[in-house]
């Protein structure tokens, strides 16, 4: 279990993070969701270790993630960033590689394995000689949710992995984030479309202006009583085929 306890952030005089509680379970998929500036990502840096709180703390399996190693915390936490950089227009499969480097064994036979794996859970394994610099939105995105999974981490973070892709490719990663959570692995990821969070999450957290207003299973969070006063957006449900989908509209 990963937990945030009592977490809080300023800086300046502003409060990014105001007492903030928190439990992600392993094995399901949970949206962090709110408005611009709620405090979503500050959140998800403190639950990868790489912000410490002012306040409060990180819990993994009830030990302080601050008291962990940072090599350990590498390989059990893996997070991915918003719009993730590409600094070197390498190979896909020398890209993907980079995630075993908690493990220093890229080249060894684990290594290899846990690469290839990795590349055919995201359906790379016929791009691993491309270019990196000439994939498409989508498949960067599944390559670089790739190079995370190849560390075999119990936790995957992933600020706005959705973010500028198309509807196919949003709805195709989720479903990917949802069978790596079938697995086991906890995944969490900061979302902007709330549709898409309501119909592939397992939990939700929301927020407004840092501090946290709901947390739990996604049917009692991501619900128009609980969204409009945050978004001041109105929202209703509307039925597409078998499921029930969250649509909003402005007031």
């Known amino acids: 279990m990963l937990v945030a306890e009592a977490l809080g952030i300023s800086v300046g005089n502003a409060a990014i993070l105001r007492d903030v509680e928190a439990r ?149 990663l989720m479903i990917e984030l949802r069978a790596i959570a079938a697995r086991g692995v906890g995944v969490a990821i900061v979302a902007h479309d709330l549709a898409l969070a309501a119909r592939f999450a397992d939990d939700a957290i929301l927020f407004d202006r840092g501090a946290l207003v709901a947390a739990g299973p996604v049917g009692d969070v991501l619900t128009p009583a609980m969204l409009e006063p945050v978004f001041d957006v109105a929202f209703a449900y509307a039925q597409m085929g078998d499921a029930r989908v969250l649509i909003s509209d402005l007031r």
């Open 24 to 172: 992600l379970m392993p094995g399901r998929v949970t949206a962090i969701v709110g408005p611009n500036g709620a405090g979503k990502s500050t959140l998800l840096s403190c639950l990868a270790g790489l912000r410490a709180p002012d306040q409060g703390r990180v819990l993994l399996d009830g030990a302080s993630l601050q008291d962990i190693a940072v090599r350990l915390r590498a390989k059990r936490i893996g997070y991915l960033p918003q719009d993730a950089p590409l600094h070197w227009n390498i190979a896909v499969r020398a890209l993907v590689a980079l995630g075993r480097f908690p493990y220093d064994d890229a080249t060894s036979p684990d290594g290899r394995a846990a690469i290839d794996r990795a590349m055919a859970d995201l359906a790379l394994t016929d791009l691993a000689d491309r270019l990196a610099g000439t994939l498409s939105g989508g498949e960067r995105a599944r390559a670089m949710l790739a190079r995370v999974l190849a560390g075999a981490p119990d936790w995957i973070l992933a600020d706005e992995p959705l973010a500028a892709l198309d509807i196919a490719h949003r709805h195709a």
